[in-house]
């Protein structure tokens, strides 16, 4: 009898651990998985919201629904800043355990289609290509970071 119940209770563990891994890589419904990578050059459309076409029922659907993505410039605001990095903290100026790190690419633009929960929100920061920090004074509860950048705000930019 004991041992049934311990049984039970290690195959349940067993499958919600397995449930859990899986909703982390793929999110139901879709079908690929995307993720920038330093000296990628799969992107395009430098700052362009990213989200209003790579999301479910969106025109690029097919290729991953983004979960955060956007596009970094050098302090001109013009140029590409490419093979930096993005990251999102639970605290402001870089405090708490990081949540996601994401690779730019070599074109400037970064992107994953995994799952990240943006709970109340996530203060991000981007590294440049010369590996200045910067970091956003409040929280997004987005990702479609040029949905505001180069457009309610200033372009994302670092050195
Ligand atoms: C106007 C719609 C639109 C916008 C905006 C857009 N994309 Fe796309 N994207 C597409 C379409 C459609 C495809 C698939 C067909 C193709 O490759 O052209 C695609 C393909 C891609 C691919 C290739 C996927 C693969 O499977 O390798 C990447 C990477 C990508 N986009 C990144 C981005 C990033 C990053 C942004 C924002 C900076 C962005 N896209 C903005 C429409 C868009
Ligand atoms: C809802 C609008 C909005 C979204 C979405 C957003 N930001 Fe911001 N961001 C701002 C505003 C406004 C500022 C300027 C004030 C501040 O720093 O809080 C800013 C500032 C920043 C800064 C500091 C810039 C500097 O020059 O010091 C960084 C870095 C940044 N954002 C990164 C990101 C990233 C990465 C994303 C996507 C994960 C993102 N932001 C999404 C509005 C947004």
């Known amino acids: 009898m004991y041992m ?3 049984f039970y209770f290690a ?6 651990a397995l449930l859990l891994i899986n909703s982390s890589c793929r999110r ?26 790579h999301r479910s029922g969106g ?3 097919g290729d991953g629904w983004f979960v955060v993505g956007g596009s970094v410039f050098m302090p001109d605001k013009i140029s590409y800043n490419p093979n930096g990095k993005i990251l999102l903290y ?6 708490g355990n990081v949540v996601a790190t994401i690779e730019v690419d070599g074109k400037g633009n970064f992107y994953t289609t995994d799952a990240i929960d943006f709970g109340n929100g996530l203060y991000p ?23 505001c950048h180069g457009v309610s705000t ?4 670092a050195n």
């Open 28 to 53: 139901e419904g879709q079908t690929t998985t995307a993720v920038s990578i330093n000296n990628g050059s799969a992107s395009h459309n430098n700052g362009q919201n990213c989200m209003t076409c």
């Open 125 to 147: 920061a981007v590294i440049g290509s010369n590996g200045t920090i910067k970091y956003m004074g409040q929280v997004t509860r987005t990702g479609a970071c040029n949905g």
């Open 154 to 157: 200033d372009k994302l930019w």
């Open 11 to 16: 195959s349940s563990l067993a499958i919600s």
């Open 4 to 6: 049934k119940k311990v």
């Open 59 to 61: 025109q690029a659907s």
């Open 90 to 95: 639970p605290g402001p100026n870089g405090t």
